[in-house]
């Protein structure tokens, strides 16, 4: 056998790639020089997003287990790197393997032909097409940041991918690219339809054992055709991998690299186990775990696309035949074990892996058994094809884990890498698919990952897939100045280095934080890093990593920061770094999570990441009272010290959430501390108070802030004022502003529209028309603001016919209505059931140029279903998003309520699955509607499971929630449920709430348990809860319904000492009483 050589250089223009897998292989020998690699190649950049992948048809046979017309992703391509000693010279290495070559193609004769069909290739010794190419600069280079754009250029351009493997064409090519320092890459590739993985890896270690005088030398095996006889009549359907095709669709792909060390491929097996667990391995693991990834950027891509999500992997069946297969066997021993989703939204991690699992153990003793019959083969094809969708989002994996590619040694040592491929940018016909190689440590796995340009976009930012895997690392298990010190680096470099050795570190520190302060100068900061660490000048490198993700959280570069996190393993610094870069990025979806798998791998989060989630959460008025206690109690759990700034935010945050005792025990603790709070605390605190109506206690609050040495500014004033607007104490008001101007503090835009909310509920509206003349003598323009509240003002009052002078008299005074007064004029006309009066609203704010926001789409949204119009909701539901406005919980909510309503309970469950996958979380709300809705229709155990889960999810449940649940059981005269239920709320700590007494009040009634129902009464009397107008009438229906008719009046007359007026509902209640004693007597 020959090899038939061609010498080249730097030719890389590429055509199609048609008909052939590609498997490269790399060496790499250590430099003497500085490179010249990068300046050659073109920048390189560790934030590589992605190159396109072209296409693969195979036709198979030559006696293997794939039939014709079947096909091999392009991901199944291999590339080995291993160094090479600087001793032997390339033209000895280049002879070494040329003569070792053709003494293996003597035994591995298919490989030197050519095609003859689709089953059988011509052995005609026309050998195996071998090129040489010379590649500036040190491979090294590449190593250490790879560029998977670059393999394109280590691959013949001289071979004629567009030829295919049609008749005529060779099986296979070798090509041999030399680095300047001696370190050599070598390509092989040949026709997939001939052989698997395996037999290429067989062929290599006899290659390398030839190259070593070794006697070992393995030798193929052609038992595929007796095995596995051809039947070339049978029908292209019942092909092996002929169903899938109907899946391939013309588009552009993007490769990317990402490494699962040992540690993370761990942390996934512990993820996904469970307890009747058989040890799931790796690539079971990985695997699932990709798949979960790929199903999340699907959705993301195409929300409205229904179709289930197909996963296949390519078996070896060598190992699991009874008797196995020699691994020497030559062919394609292969079978497909496939796995379906159907909303990825319904399976965690460790339900996919059992999936994954499942479809590999499929293939068992049992399966090969029946293979063996004349007509198994075919017999498994048409079971497998009838186990395949018509539709589906199809993800292909290969897996070349366990094959032995990095125990082939040519006598250099062994291969240091072996990677996928990728190629231009032409559109191709391919499926997404992911091919896991081992590293060489043995422990880990490299997937190469090949999607669809638009799901690429999605897949890589992944937060969970960038925590586990590092995106396209370094080659070198540590860093280049670690294995190897620079020794051997250009003299001048050397030297300078050893110029900088005597500088202390905080130095470093303080220069990387000034160059890493500024955008224009950060490139330099991060090429001093690397720099710095190569040469092993500053050993507390996390601490500037640290410093570099700080600087791109800073300037909103979040997904960098990610990526540069890869660099370094997760350490507390750089853990903390993340945290506070996602909180300053308003992603607290990434922050809090990131913060809970630090406490999951042992660190503790610094107090200053729990200061800048609370103020995240103030920012964007996300802030919930069950994530500032779980929060709390983390800090509690972990010893955390509160300093004056954590103390500000944690009472600020309660008070916004509304917990208002919940902020004045933090300040009380944080005054007991000898603190003094901020202003901008005691303003929410008095702020709070003020919405709650309790005006004396903020009175009290705004007069220690004084007392403190602090001087009140207009906000404090305000929010004091606000206070006494909500209880309508007018003078309190007006002394309030009168105080104001005697302390020279000026009032402002929403001084006057308070001041003019508290003359509008007292109906002094010529006292409101004289503020905004005030305002105008004070060089104060009125805004849309202050004609919002007057409007508001108007619409608590029931007079929502004066929009329509607001907003003339707004017109007059040169004023433009804005979202918010648009928003405050639809709500009004929405609260009085003026639909068409709304929808008119809506069209003008529009024509002004005016984009809705999702207050404007909830209201309009939220309305619509109130009147029972959900048809007319779902379409503004569905305009809302094409108009480019996401919706927020509060939309989903609101939808969830209107399809719960409806009982279009697979379109709720849809929903919910829609929510989550925009990294929308249910709030407290979410889940009291769902509690609500299922209770409503008696899905009473769907109701008690949304309890567990959103207690499971580290929320607190509300009244509200089990008002909700109890006032369900209460409707279908569950009393005994409905009690437990009250039970549970007790033994959340919840204080039972009036609501909830009248629902366990009629609950009895419904069940004709009166007693029961007079002793709720007794027990709110016993804990200082008044019972309502309500209570009375429940507790006289009660009666009615166990035909106690004559005690009735007494409960009516008990009403109304205690003061309650009696609306229509109880007078009725009493006449029907009287109405029946009555006839009774006459009887």
């Not at 002094?764 to 009125?782: F, G, Q």
């Not at 008719?1045 to 205690?1058: D, G, H, N, Q």
Request: proline share 4%; hydrophobic share 40%; glycine share 6%.
């Amino acid at each position: 056998m020959r090899a038939v050589e061609t010498a080249y250089h730097n030719s890389y223009d590429k055509g199609t790639i048609i008909d052939y897998a590609n498997f490269q292989f790399y060496a790499y020998d250590k430099g003497t020089s500085v490179s010249e690699f990068l300046d050659y190649f073109g920048k390189q950049s560790s934030n590589y997003n992605g190159g396109k992948v072209l296409a693969s048809f195979i036709s198979d046979g030559s006696g293997g287990l794939a039939p014709d017309n079947g096909f091999f992703t392009a991901c199944s391509r291999l590339k080995i790197l291993y160094f090479a000693p600087d001793s032997t010279s390339v033209s000895q290495k280049l002879q070494l393997l040329k003569d070792s070559l053709a003494s293996t193609l003597t035994h591995f004769y298919p490989l030197a032909g050519v095609v003859r069909d689709a089953f059988s290739i011509d052995c005609k010794d026309e050998g195996l097409p071998f090129f040489v190419a010379n590649v500036k600069g040190l491979l090294r280079d590449f190593l250490d940041r790879p560029d998977v754009l670059f393999i394109n250029r280590l691959i013949p351009s001289e071979f004629s991918w567009d030829e295919g493997a049609g008749p005529g064409a060779n099986v296979g090519t070798v090509q041999l690219n030399y680095f300047d320092c001696g370190g050599i890459a070598i390509c092989l590739i040949f026709a997939h339809h001939i052989g698997d993985a395996t037999t290429l890896c067989t062929f290599l270690k006899s290659w390398a054992a030839a190259a070593n005088d070794s006697a070992r030398i393995l030798r193929p095996e052609y038992i595929a055709q007796s095995a596995f006889p051809q039947q070339p009549s049978m029908p292209k359907e019942s092909y092996l991998f002929y169903p899938l095709q109907k899946f391939l669709k013309l588009g552009k792909f993007v490769t990317a690299r990402y490494v699962f060390d040992a540690s993370a491929i761990s942390t996934l097996k512990a993820q996904s186990a469970s307890s009747n667990d058989n040890h799931s391995t790796r690539v079971e693991v990985v695997s699932a775990f990709i798949w979960k990834c790929f199903m999340a950027a699907a959705a993301e891509v195409s929300s409205n696309d229904h179709k289930p999500f197909l996963l296949t992997h390519p078996l070896n069946l060598r190992r699991r035949a009874e008797p196995q297969f020699p691994d020497n066997s030559f062919g394609n021993f292969l079978w497909l074990a496939t796995a379906q989703c159907g909303n990825p939204t319904d399976k965690d991690l460790k339900e996919l892996v059992k999936e994954v699992k499942r479809a590999m153990e499929r293939v068992d003793k049992q399966f090969m058994k029946r293979m063996e019959s004349e007509d198994g083969y075919y017999e498994n094809v048409e079971e497998l094809r009838q186990g395949i969708p018509e539709e589906a989002n199809w993800l292909a994996f290969s897996s070349w884990c366990k094959i032995g590619f990095y125990d082939v040694d040519f006598g250099w040592g062994r291969p240091v890498w072996l990677s996928g491929f990728v190629s231009g940018d032409s559109d191709t016909v391919l499926p997404n698919s992911a091919t896991l190689v081992e590293t060489r440590s043995g422990d880990g796995i490299e997937a190469w990952v090949i999607l669809d340009e638009r799901y690429a976009a999605v897949f890589q930012k992944n937060e969970e897939l960038l925590l586990r895997a590092s995106f396209n690392p370094s080659v070198f298990p540590s860093h280049p100045s670690q294995s190897d010190p620079p020794t051997r680096l250009d003299p001048a470099e050397l030297r300078l280095a050893e110029s900088y050795r005597a500088v202390p570190a905080p130095l470093w520190h303080s220069l990387i934080k000034n160059l890493s302060s500024s955008p224009s100068s950060f490139s330099t900061a991060y090429s001093l890093v690397t720099w710095l660490q190569r040469h092993n000048l500053c050993f507390s490198y996390e601490l500037l990593y640290s410093i570099l993700i700080h600087a791109l959280g800073r300037n909103e570069k979040l997904y960098e920061a990610f990526l540069l996190s890869q660099r370094q393993s997760l350490t507390p610094l750089t853990y903390n770094a993340l945290i506070g870069a996602c909180a300053r990025n308003d992603d607290l979806e990434k922050a809090l999570n990131l913060m809970e798998r630090m406490r999951r791998d042992g660190y503790q989060s610094d107090f200053v990441n729990y200061s800048l989630i609370i103020q995240s959460l103030m920012r964007n008025n996300s802030v919930d009272v069950a994530i500032l206690e779980k929060l709390y109690g983390e800090m509690e759990a972990d010893n955390i010290e509160l300093d004056g700034q954590l103390l500000n935010d944690i009472i600020a945050g309660f008070a916004k959430a509304g917990d208002i005792d919940r902020a004045l025990y933090f300040l009380g603790v944080m005054q007991g501390n000898g603190l003094s709070p901020k202003t901008s605390t005691v303003v929410a605190v008095v702020n709070e108070l003020g919405n709650l109506g309790r005006v004396e206690e903020a009175e009290a609050v705004f007069e220690e802030l004084k007392e403190g040495g602090l001087r009140p500014r207009t906000r404090a004033y305000n929010a004091l004022l606000k206070g006494y607007v909500k209880v309508g104490a007018l003078k309190d008001a007006e002394y309030v502003v009168s105080e104001m101007e005697r302390s020279g503090v000026l009032p402002d835009e929403h001084t006057y529209s308070l001041l003019i909310d508290a003359y509008g509920n007292a109906g002094r509206w010529e006292s409101a028309r004289i503020v905004l003349k005030e305002m105008e003598a004070n060089d104060v323009k009125p805004n849309s603001y202050v004609f919002s509240r007057i409007l508001a003002s108007y619409r608590d009052r029931g007079e929502w016919q004066r929009s329509f002078q607001v907003l003339k008299e707004m017109k007059n005074c040169g004023v433009n209505p804005d979202r918010q007064f648009y928003n405050v004029m639809i709500d009004t006309f929405g609260k009085y059931n003026c639909l068409e009066h709304m929808m008119a609203a809506f069209e003008r704010m529009k024509v002004e140029g005016i984009e809705p926001d999702t207050v404007t789409w909830n209201t309009l949204i939220d309305c619509h279903c109130k009147q029972g119009h959900h048809n007319e909701a779902e379409e503004l539901f569905k305009e809302m998003q094409e108009s480019g406005c996401l919706p927020c919980t509060t939309t989903y909510n609101i939808m969830i309520n209107s399809l719960g309503g409806q009982e279009r309970w697979d379109d709720v469950k849809e929903l919910l699955g829609k929510m989550q996958s925009q990294g929308l979380l249910p709030n407290v709300v979410t889940y009291t509607t769902l509690v609500d809705i299922y209770g409503q229709s008696g899905r009473f155990n769907d109701a008690i499971d949304c309890l567990e889960v959103m207690k499971s999810a580290g929320l607190r449940p509300s009244s509200t929630m089990y008002n909700a649940l109890i006032n369900a059981y209460a409707q279908r005269g569950l009393s005994e449920q409905a009690v437990n239920a009250f039970r549970v709320m007790r033994s959340d700590g919840l204080k039972p709430s009036l609501l909830a007494l009248n629902s366990l009040i009629n609950a009895f009634g419904e069940d004709r348990r009166d007693a029961e129902a007079f002793a709720v009464l007794q027990y709110m009397k016993d804990n200082d809860l008044k019972p309502d107008v309500v209570t009375y009438t429940t507790l006289m229906k009660a009666l009615i319904r166990v035909e106690k008719y004559e005690k009735v009046p007494a409960v009516f007359e008990e009403m109304l000492l205690s003061g309650c007026a009696p609306d229509r509902k109880a007078r009725a209640m009493l006449r029907s009483a009287l109405r029946y004693m009555k006839s009774t007597l006459k009887l």
